[in-house]
């Protein structure tokens, strides 16, 4: 998502840490908007509104028709409760694609608003000069890697649920009965075998397909946005702690609260849109995980794909979580950091006017910026460390 860039065509610096390649950034930027056109929520101006609604839609009728088709098929096991906490686990997980696409359409002012207010900030950042430059780019890798590592292990889930179906299918005659690859129950009746059954096998990938690169996008696109935040904060903080010579250092500090500021109403924004996101993504993986260690035990009672599934699916919550918690904590650290360097520089011996003098207090007296799910939960370490406390408790409860 969002606007093309040409590559700068000044020359690195002869230093190390200045011949970061901006390709990095630039790299990053794309993988995220192919993820998010892989998953059907790519929202930028120059796309047509109908076409990102239609794309929208769909996802919106498959994860959702899928979640009603799980919920028919509890139905004739309601009174089993493995079967019931395993098939509530998979209708948790398929609404996500259905609320994360519900979230982007109806906020889809707010999103193209937040994109194009940070792209906007980091590019000048990025055209100063080349400390800010490095700075900005030091950390690219530290944000990209956890974005792709979710969509590798989410990935990996699926086909750790796919892959039995599938070599059922080829392995089974054409008389034989077979099943598909998560529980549910159509209107009709299902066909057991054949070009019918294929259509529904199809459908069910094409749902996988959601779950992989919906879920995924969002994901990276959050830590995207985190990156973008972090970064522009860490080059400001440079900018003052050591201002170039021909610099004026009070246009300096005005341009940076100004910034600042714009930057707390990306942050409000970022709130905005991903507030309902990330209450259900705390909510739902810590009942989750506590539900499957409850009902992997014992877990001398498993098979190995079983046992793979499990760990495959656990290790995706947890690492969602976490991400999400640790790029919270990232843009509060360096908030704190900016607030720490506008306090040790040169501000109160410099010729401020009143109205700039004035705006460099608001900014050291106000918080640091935090992402907070719905004004319910901050969302940072300490958040991810509630999620897994929770989750061992579980465990020990499960061998009373």
Same mark, same amino acid.
């Given at each position: 998502?969002?606007?093309?860039?040409?590559?700068?065509?000044?020359?690195?610096?002869?230093?190390?840490?200045?011949?970061?390649?901006?390709?990095?950034?630039?790299?990053?930027?794309?993988?995220?908007?192919?993820? #998010?056109?892989?998953?059907?929520?790519?929202?930028?101006?120059?796309?047509?509104?109908?076409?990102?609604?239609?794309?929208?839609?769909? =996802?919106?009728?498959?994860?959702?028709?899928?979640?009603?088709?799980?919920?028919?098929?509890?139905?004739?096991?309601?009174?089993?409760?493995?079967?019931?906490?395993?098939?509530?686990?998979?209708?948790?997980?398929?609404?996500?694609?259905?609320?994360?696409?519900?979230?982007?359409?109806?906020?889809?002012?707010?999103?193209?608003?937040?994109?194009?207010?940070? +792209?906007?900030?980091?590019?000048?950042?990025?055209?100063?000069?080349?400390?800010?430059?490095?700075?900005?780019?030091?950390?690219?890798?530290?944000?990209?890697?956890?974005?792709?590592?979710?969509?590798?292990?989410?990935?990996?889930?699926?086909?750790?649920?796919?892959?039995?179906?599938?070599?059922?299918?080829?392995?089974?005659?054409?008389?034989?009965?077979?099943?598909?690859?998560?529980?549910?129950?159509?209107?009709?009746? @299902?066909?057991?075998?054949?070009?019918?059954?294929?259509?529904?096998?199809?459908?069910?990938?094409?749902?996988?397909?959601?779950?992989?690169?919906?879920?995924?996008?969002? +994901?990276?696109?959050?830590?995207?946005?985190?990156?973008? &935040?972090?970064?522009? #904060?860490?080059?400001?903080?440079?900018?003052?702690?050591?201002?170039?010579?021909?610099?004026?250092?009070?246009? =300096?500090?005005?341009?940076?609260?100004?910034?600042?500021?714009?930057?707390?109403?990306?942050?409000?924004?970022?709130?905005?849109?991903?507030?309902?996101?990330?209450?259900?993504?705390?909510?739902?993986?810590?009942?989750?995980?506590?539900?499957?260690?409850?009902?992997?035990?014992?877990?001398?009672?498993?098979?190995?794909?079983?046992?793979?599934?499990?760990?495959?699916?656990?290790? #995706?919550?947890?690492?969602?979580?976490?991400?999400?918690?640790?790029?919270?904590?990232?843009?509060?650290?360096?908030?704190?950091?900016?607030?720490?360097? &506008?306090?040790?520089?040169?501000?109160?011996?410099?010729?401020?006017?009143?109205?700039?003098?004035?705006?460099? =207090?608001?900014? @050291?007296?106000?918080?640091?910026?935090? &992402?907070?799910?719905?004004?319910?939960?901050?969302?940072?370490?300490? @958040?991810?460390?509630?999620?897994?406390?929770?989750?061992?408790?579980?465990?020990?409860?499960?061998?009373?």
């Amino acid at each position: 998502m969002g606007r093309h860039h040409e590559q700068p065509s000044d020359a690195p610096a002869t230093t190390t840490v200045d011949d970061i390649p901006v390709h990095r950034y630039r790299s990053y930027a794309r993988n995220i908007r192919n993820l #998010l056109y892989l998953g059907g929520i790519l929202q930028e101006h120059t796309r047509p509104v109908v076409q990102s609604y239609v794309t929208g839609l769909l =996802v919106i009728f498959i994860s959702l028709s899928q979640v009603i088709l799980i919920i028919n098929f509890i139905r004739d096991y309601s009174d089993n409760l493995l079967i019931l906490a395993k098939c509530l686990g998979l209708a948790s997980s398929f609404i996500s694609p259905f609320l994360m696409m519900c979230c982007f359409l109806v906020k889809r002012d707010k999103l193209l608003e937040l994109h194009k207010t940070l +792209d906007d900030l980091l590019e000048k950042e990025l055209a100063r000069d080349r400390r800010t430059k490095a700075t900005i780019l030091a950390s690219v890798y530290a944000f990209a890697r956890p974005s792709y590592t979710v969509v590798i292990m989410l990935g990996s889930t699926v086909l750790a649920y796919l892959l039995p179906s599938m070599i059922n299918a080829i392995r089974s005659a054409s008389t034989a009965r077979l099943k598909m690859p998560f529980p549910v129950k159509f209107p009709w009746k @299902m066909p057991s075998s054949g070009s019918l059954f294929c259509l529904h096998f199809l459908y069910q990938m094409t749902v996988c397909w959601c779950m992989v690169f919906t879920i995924g996008a969002v +994901d990276s696109l959050f830590g995207f946005y985190a990156f973008q &935040i972090s970064s522009i #904060l860490y080059a400001m903080s440079v900018r003052l702690t050591t201002p170039r010579p021909d610099e004026v250092f009070s246009a =300096v500090l005005k341009t940076c609260t100004e910034t600042h500021h714009r930057l707390l109403q990306s942050v409000r924004l970022l709130e905005d849109i991903y507030g309902i996101i990330l209450l259900r993504m705390i909510v739902t993986n810590a009942v989750m995980m506590c539900a499957l260690i409850f009902e992997a035990s014992p877990f001398t009672d498993m098979t190995i794909n079983q046992g793979c599934l499990l760990v495959c699916y656990l290790t #995706l919550k947890l690492l969602q979580t976490f991400i999400y918690a640790w790029y919270g904590s990232l843009i509060t650290s360096a908030s704190e950091h900016f607030r720490e360097r &506008i306090y040790f520089s040169e501000w109160p011996d410099s010729r401020l006017d009143r109205h700039v003098r004035a705006g460099v =207090v608001m900014t @050291m007296l106000q918080k640091p910026m935090t &992402i907070t799910a719905l004004k319910m939960s901050s969302v940072n370490v300490n @958040m991810f460390t509630n999620v897994s406390v929770e989750s061992v408790r579980s465990r020990q409860l499960s061998k009373s």
